[in-house]
């Protein structure tokens, strides 16, 4: 390749799957603790170690001069982050010219009463908030330090600033799984999108805790379907979600099931880490140090070459498992670190 073809070629990986989804870890800091993502008591990385939000927006820019169309801000909880607000308003200029077709956020909802409508403003036209019960006492239990009454409220101003909204929703054996009919019903009656999510074998949480939260939605899904009807659809975000739409409410639910249908074989995205640890697999370790070459020179050309190199060894899939016999993990770091 010419230096031009490094610079500007589409990011193609060993299995022909074209990356164009770009996920990128703002923060691992987060003002909740939920359960199946972080230890209570949890270690955050030092300030030197963290990209500045220019150095994140100049990978992000590189990824999008490759062919990325999509990206998405997480964290830990993006909106937590001081001066967020800039890094999305910077990366901005690619949805108005025509580089990037979306960019979207993933957050707990706590600071979207005051960001709903800047995000909306800097052409940001959907967002995932995780909310995983609408009980009160449960949502404090899950989340340790949230409240539901300020995620509520971001939510509610989210959909004032017009944000398509989605909920995101991690499956919990004996914590929410008898609620599943009643987001369901809310989301329908508020013009929400559900997505459900199998919990993910990141980050040691203390002896069985992931196998007693471990809820297939094999089985979810049959329970459903006993009240509403599911009606295929071809719905497709750039995510791993397979849709649905439930015909009693117009509104679309989908599934994330790493563990008992794996979604490997379309994957088409990467995340990026708020230290420029690049992750070509959410269930492998395998991972691409950006910061390096990015802060070795302002030119890109080092960092061009190190995105394709890591590109290039992205794996066919994930191995995650969860059962009594493997005890440990299946990736040791914590989801807060990868982004959601």
């Known amino acids: 390749m010419t230096p031009a073809d490094i610079a500007t070629a589409p ?3 060993p299995f022909a799957r ?3 989804y770009l996920r990128v870890s703002v923060t691992d800091r987060c003002d909740f603790r939920c359960l199946y993502c972080m230890a209570e008591d949890m270690t955050f990385l030092p300030k030197a170690e963290i990209l ?3 150095e994140l927006d100049r990978l992000c820019s590189a990824f999008v001069r490759m062919g990325v169309r999509k990206l998405r801000l997480t964290g830990g909880e993006p909106l937590v982050r001081r001066n967020v607000m800039s890094l999305v308003r910077n990366l901005s200029r690619h949805l108005g010219s025509g580089a990037l077709d979306e960019l979207t956020v993933t957050t707990n909802g706590s600071q979207l009463a005051k960001h709903a409508a800047e995000l909306a403003a ?6 995932n908030v995780s909310i ?6 449960k949502f404090a239990a899950i989340t340790r330090w949230g409240r539901l009454e300020q995620v509520l409220e971001g939510v509610a101003a989210a ?3 017009g944000l398509a909204i989605k909920i995101n929703a991690v499956a919990l054996k004996g914590v929410n799984d008898d609620e599943i009919d009643r987001m369901i019903a809310w989301c329908g009656d508020e013009g929400f999108d559900l997505v459900l999510i199998e919990v993910m074998p990141l980050g040691e949480l203390g002896g069985d805790a992931r196998l007693d939260q471990y809820l297939p939605l094999s089985m979810v899904r049959a329970k459903i379907q006993q009240s509403w009807t599911l009606d295929e659809s071809d719905h497709k975000t750039g995510g791993p979600a397979r849709y649905y739409t439930v015909r009693e409410t117009g509104q679309r639910l989908g599934f994330i099931t790493p563990l008992t249908h794996n979604f490997c074989e379309s994957c088409n995205r990467v995340r990026l880490t708020c230290t420029g640890t690049l992750y070509m697999c959410l269930g492998q370790e395998d991972a691409a140090d950006l910061r390096q070459p990015l802060r070795a020179t302002d030119d890109d050309g080092q960092l061009d070459t190190a995105i ?11 191995d995650f498992i969860i059962d009594r016999r493997r005890r440990t993990a299946a990736v040791s770091r914590h989801m807060s670190v990868t982004g959601g």
Do not use: F, M
């Open 11 to 13: 990011l193609i990986d």
């Open 18 to 20: 074209r990356i164009s």
């Open 52 to 54: 500045s939000l220019e």
């Open 122 to 127: 800097c052409g940001v036209k959907r967002i």
């Open 132 to 137: 995983d019960t609408l009980d009160r006492a």
């Open 159 to 161: 959909k004032a600033a």
């Open 308 to 318: 394709r190199a890591a590109i290039a060894r992205k794996p066919k899939g994930h």
